[in-house]
């Protein structure tokens, strides 16, 4: 199993990014994908999932400016991150579960000037 991310960067606070996540080595369509991460000092914390049939769920900070999505065709996942704020700033990663064993992708940095 193989998670490629990309997109990440360093934006101002208000501005936008958009991540996205290339799986490989799994059945993409049936997986439910998520996104975590980590800022310097905390735990990491999951951000948004997205499941096979395609409902959501997000963590409350972020939700109403970040928005996933899949596309089981390129097998990626993405994430459009809106308003982002200095809070927002992190290592984002891309995750999957597959037999009962957590695959992560080897993150991507985000930061967001005030």
């Known amino acids: 199993v193989q998670l490629q991310a990309s997109g990440g960067g360093l934006v101002q606070s208000g501005g936008s990014l958009r991540l996205s996540c290339k799986a490989s080595?799994?059945?993409?369509?049936?997986?439910?994908m998520r996104w975590h991460r980590q800022a310097p000092g905390k735990q990491r914390e999951l951000v948004a999932l997205?499941?096979?049939?395609?409902?959501?769920n997000y963590t409350d900070s972020v939700k109403g400016r970040f928005t996933i999505s899949r596309d089981n065709v390129r097998r990626t996942v993405a994430l459009q991150m809106n308003s982002l704020k200095t809070e927002d700033t992190a290592v984002y990663y891309c995750?999957?579960?597959?037999?009962?064993?957590?695959?992560w992708g080897q993150g991507t940095q985000v930061t967001v000037s005030s």
């Open positions: 080595g799994i059945n993409f369509s049936i997986n439910t």
């Open positions: 995750a999957v579960t597959f037999r009962a064993r957590d695959y």
């Open positions: 997205i499941t096979s049939s395609g409902k959501t």
